[in-house]
């Protein structure tokens, strides 16, 4: 079956009973008892490279967290190609980069769905400093406060190898989980990828393998 991107990026709201969406629930399972002696409060999902599906990954991966019961926020912290608005049809005049310039708030930023329990933050105009940015001490505060009003917050990144963005934001989440895509992800990219993440002690809880559709 071929799927739109953006029904691919809502599969699990759209179709929750097909079988693409009940593994998005084993995920959510499987990261729910990996957590059991520490709770991942906040997950970067990145990949090795471009367009190996994870900004698909976190969008399902966070509408399956909704269905149980959890508030969700999703920031598009891919400063440099955002793609969260798209999905969500949802203005990016303003976002996570002005957030970080501290020209708004998230209370200001937030955008709530269709989805009920699952919120989005789009990543604003594109910075001419995203690394800068994302290694900032307002992004620290921004972690700090969302934490106060979701059960958990995904953040959708740039790809590892591409440019340093995902290894700054890694560092300060509860846990990494990398995307690779079947027939497109090179052995090697995986290995550097996971190599990278480690060097700054980035604690990555496990990959998940993405069939790209055709």
Known sequence: MTLKKRERGLISSISPAS????????????????????????????SPGLGEGKSTTTTNLAISMVQQGAKVLVIDADLRKPTLHTTFNIDNTTGLANILR??????????????????????GPVPSNPAELIGSQALDELIGTAQEHYHIVLFDSSPVLEVTD??????KCDGVILVLCNGKTKSEMAVEAKRLLELVKAKCIGAIFNQKSK
């Open 19 to 46: 079988t693409i969406s009940e593994q998005y629930r084993a995920i959510r399972t499987n990261i729910h008892f990996s957590s059991v002696d520490h709770k991942y409060r906040t997950l970067l999902i990145t």
């Open 102 to 123: 501290r020209e708004t708030t998230l209370t200001e930023a937030v955008n709530r769905t269709e989805i009920e329990g699952l919120e989005i933050i789009t990543s």
């Open 166 to 171: 995902a290894r700054i934001l890694a560092n």
